[in-house]
């Protein structure tokens, strides 16, 4: 079984919404969003903790918000206000213990979805 399984991608133009949801085949308490474009490194880009404790990269601060619904352990991530570089691969991430100072790190997540393309056109 898959252990994370992303959706809710598409395209919008600029000013629109759009939310994903990541999908875990069981519980994880800290639960992040990446996103990667070709040409760059995947980069952090918000992280849920399971006492609700939310951080956001400045780049989205304001615009996103990441959320969970622990019945479905489904995390999504509620994207605002997009903008052109938002355009980007989005990948969920996760990892069966708190989130602590190294939620930013790629190499702290043990799970990984598939991802989901986002692209936002003005």
């Known amino acids: 079984r898959v252990p994370l399984v992303e959706s809710g991608g598409g395209s919008v133009q600029v000013g629109g919404s759009l939310r994903l949801s990541c999908v875990a085949s069981r519980f994880h308490y800290c639960m992040a969003w990446f996103r990667q474009t070709p040409r760059e490194a995947r980069e952090w880009v918000a992280a849920?903790?399971?006492?609700?404790?939310?951080n956001y990269a400045d780049s989205v601060k304001g615009r996103f918000t990441v959320s969970r619904d622990e019945a479905r352990n489904t995390v999504y991530l509620q994207m605002n206000s997009l903008k052109p570089e938002d355009t980007s691969m989005y990948y969920c991430a996760a990892v069966p213990r708190r989130c602590y100072y190294d939620y930013m790190s790629l190499s702290t997540y043990n799970y990984w979805g598939q991802g989901t393309q986002v692209t936002v056109s003005s």
């Open positions: 849920l903790d399971t006492d609700g404790t939310t």
